[in-house]
């Protein structure tokens, strides 16, 4: 488990170190500066010509700092400043005195358009922006896009949100970032993962007190979790023990949605499944899936006393029977719940609450929908505003997007598996049954959407190596969980 932290966050330890240890901060940007010296002495030739754009605070102090370290190390390096004289802080004169003092020049900005270097170092702003950039910056980010030189950013791209990923007016396109001690929200979260590249987190010497300081509440699994996080299946036990799942879904022209939903939450571990479905839709789902239980819509009811974890939702339809069959279950169920598809929208009609034991897995315009915020700005913040949904809603949300975010108004898990392949029909209606199989075999709600979200954009990198991002297709995502589970959860 990785932890992300916002620009404050991130500036909390770093006055820890400083101020509560005793680490001086002139240490700090000297550990930060080698660990990028290391990266492009281990990755550039010599030869390549170097140039390191400097802002006026502690970010361009790294990039003084980084310019006199690599030519020291023969390589040829110049520092160009952005900003205004007065603002400079006393570490980024101090590194820039040094860096004179050992013949690095400083020379004019405009050489950054002029297309004279391989290499260009990207220290003008670091976590601490908070303003959109304009007219010398504007000019000086659209220089540095527009030359053909590799670029790395120090710490962040400049212009580029360190908590919420929102590109600030402009931003630099970075080929790798080397961001220092700890990684950023922003660049995990799109956009800032675009304008990111090549993410790498350099280790400067903070001690763990200084980051144990300030408590994140926002994180990402990693492979090595897996196993961990899977629930136990005990050598003694019988379907009954792994959950039984009811999955309301599919109305007449939706058949496909009750089917992958169903197989998903088998494929899972669900010990039994039970599929109440439009009536045109009973045989074509006993002929596909033969391990299901099948019922219709009438037996909603008894099938809601007979289920561990029920799952509504995905390709019900919006019509008046849909909207009673989600109504009968928000106020009746007591069991885990997933509310996913065509439920989420009906769920809106019905109430403006639920409670611990549901899950909403909504994607960003049916969030709208559920929130009354407009999709652009719900991706402005996606961490807030999930978590503040799932305050509102007194439940667990998962906000499904590029980087899904689940929360449960306490803490943001962020997904960092998937990809572009996954955005196909069907694919949420796997992402239903996958969280549904979990809950059956006793995980809570909130663990079971973080895991569910991994393990199904796990699914999606394992079968885009087969399938490619254009023809991955949502069943696909079914075949490919024995996969994952054997590869990386330990599963036989």
């Not at 305050?391 to 962020?414: E, L, M, P």
């Not at 394992?462 to 297709?473: D, F, P």
Request: net charge negative; aromatic share 6%.
């Amino acid at each position: 488990m990785r932890y992300l932290y916002n620009g404050k966050e991130a500036k909390a330890i770093d006055s820890h170190a400083i101020q509560t240890v005793g680490i001086s901060g002139l240490v700090l940007m000297e550990r930060a500066a080698m660990s990028v010296a290391a990266v492009i002495i281990e990755r550039e030739k010599k030869e390549k010509r170097i140039l390191s754009v400097c802002g006026v605070g502690n970010n361009g102090g790294d990039g003084a700092a980084i310019a006199r370290i690599l030519s020291e190390m023969g390589y040829l390096t110049a520092i160009t400043v952005v900003g205004e004289p007065e603002k400079m802080t006393e570490d980024m004169k101090r590194q820039l005195e040094i860096a004179a003092n050992c013949g690095v020049p400083v020379i004019s900005p405009a050489s950054i358009a002029e297309g004279e270097f391989d290499i260009i170092l990207d220290g003008v702003f670091g976590i601490g922006l908070s303003r959109p950039l304009t007219d010398v910056y504007e000019k000086i980010v659209n220089d540095i896009n527009s030359s053909e030189a590799v670029v790395y950013a120090l710490d962040i791209p400049s212009g580029v949100d360190a908590g919420t990923g929102a590109i600030l007016g402009t931003a630099v396109k970075a080929d790798c970032t080397i961001t220092f001690g700890i990684n950023k929200a922003g660049l995990v979260l799109y956009p800032g993962c675009d304008y990111a590249g090549e993410v790498l987190v350099a280790d400067i010497g903070f001690p763990k007190c200084s980051v144990d300081s300030v408590n994140s509440s926002v994180y990402h699994y990693e492979l090595s979790d897996l196993s961990g996080q899977l629930p136990v299946r005990p050598g003694n036990s019988h379907k009954g023990t792994f959950g039984r799942v009811l999955v309301v879904a599919g109305c007449e022209t939706m058949c496909g949605a009750a089917f992958l939903t169903a197989k998903a939450a088998y494929t899972m571990g669900a010990g039994l499944v039970k599929v109440l479905s439009a009536p045109n839709n009973r045989n074509p789902l006993l002929s596909s899936l033969p391990e299901i239980l099948i019922g219709g819509r009438e037996e909603l009811e008894a099938a809601l006393e007979w289920a561990d974890v029920v799952v509504i939702g995905p390709g019900l339809g919006v019509s008046e029977e849909s909207e009673k069959m989600v109504r009968y279950v928000i106020e009746n169920s007591t069991a885990p719940t997933v509310v996913d598809g065509d439920a989420i929208r009906l769920c809106r009609k019905v109430t403006d609450t639920l409670s611990a034991n549901f899950v909403l897995t909504p994607h960003m315009k049916e969030l709208s929908y559920l929130t009354g915020v407009s999709v652009a700005e719900l991706k402005e913040n996606i961490l807030d505003r999930t978590k503040q949904a799932a305050i509102d809603w007194h439940c667990v949300v998962a906000g499904k997007d590029a980087r899904t975010v689940v929360s449960d108004g306490k803490a943001c898990y962020v997904n960092v598996s998937g990809n572009n392949g996954m955005a196909t029909g069907g694919s949420g209606d796997v992402l239903a049954g996958i969280i549904g199989g979990l809950l059956g075999q006793g995980m809570k709600p909130f663990e079971a959407a973080k895991l569910g979200v991994y393990l199904h954009g796990l699914s999606g990198d394992a079968m885009v190596k087969q399938k490619s991002t254009y023809g991955l297709m949502a069943s696909d995502l079914i075949e490919g969980l024995p996969v994952v589970l054997g590869e990386h959860g330990g599963v036989q």
